[in-house]
């Protein structure tokens, strides 16, 4: 079974400045996608970005990106120039290619101080 | 990426009775998840709804306790029975979209007093 681990459970960061979330996952799979997702007090769950384990480049949504690193499975998030809006729960999701089963790791609680 | 609404947003439940949560999408899905997120917690899947066949339920969740509809390729129910506080979640849904990726319902806050 696949799992996700999330090694900090709270993280704080200046307003501008940036911050990484880290994401380790352990799986025997070959094909699958991680995600980050990101869920503010609202509790509605967006997806901030993506990443195809058979890409090696890194994915970048604007101020969002990824450092993958695929032998030591590890999926860490980016977060540059953070806005006060950044304030959310952020987790990261692996899902195995073809099952459309999203496993969650326990989640990283982000606050931006202004 | 797909809409999605849920209903209702929120309730307040007496132990021992049920809630049956609705989940709306703009286009036709073949597949629907339905997610439980314990406070303070991660999200853990309940089941997979397909339309036109029973749903597939994760380890740890029963049909009795979580019964599910899927009547047609837009809609969806869970039901929650029997409620005891243990069952207080957020309970989501959600569709997969283009590129392998998941879109998620607002949720349903449950309080079971």
């Known amino acids: 079974a696949q799992t996700v681990t999330q090694s900090q459970p709270e993280m704080s960061v200046q307003e501008a400045e940036t911050v990484t979330l880290s994401c380790t996952y352990d799986?025997?799979?070959?094909?699958?996608?991680l995600f980050w997702y990101k869920q503010p007090p609202s509790r509605q769950m967006i997806l901030v970005i993506r990443q195809e384990a058979y890409k090696q480049q890194n994915a970048t949504e604007n101020r969002f990106s990824v450092n993958f690193q695929k032998a030591a499975k590890s999926f860490s998030l980016k977060i540059s120039d953070s806005q006060l809006g950044d304030t959310a729960m952020y987790f990261c999701a692996f899902m195995k290619g073809g099952s459309e089963k999203l496993v969650f790791g326990k989640g990283t609680k982000l606050t931006v101080n202004p | 990426s797909a809409v999605i609404s849920q209903k209702p947003s929120r309730d307040i439940c007496q132990r021992g009775t049920s809630l049956t949560i609705q989940c709306q999408v703009d286009?036709?899905?073949?597949?629907m998840f339905w997610y439980r997120q314990q406070p303070g917690q991660s999200l853990t899947l309940i089941a997979t709804a397909n339309q036109g066949s029973e749903a597939t339920y994760e380890s740890g969740f029963v049909i009795d306790k979580f019964p599910i509809s899927r009547p047609n390729l837009t809609f969806s129910t869970l039901t929650v029975s029997n409620m005891s506080p243990e069952d207080s979640s957020i309970y989501l849904c959600?569709?997969?979209?283009?590129?392998?990726?998941?879109?998620f319902g607002p949720g349903t806050r449950l309080l079971v007093l």
């Open positions: 799986t025997s799979e070959s094909n699958y996608y």
């Open positions: 959600s569709v997969g979209g283009a590129q392998e990726t998941q879109y």
């Open positions: 286009s036709q899905v073949t597949m």
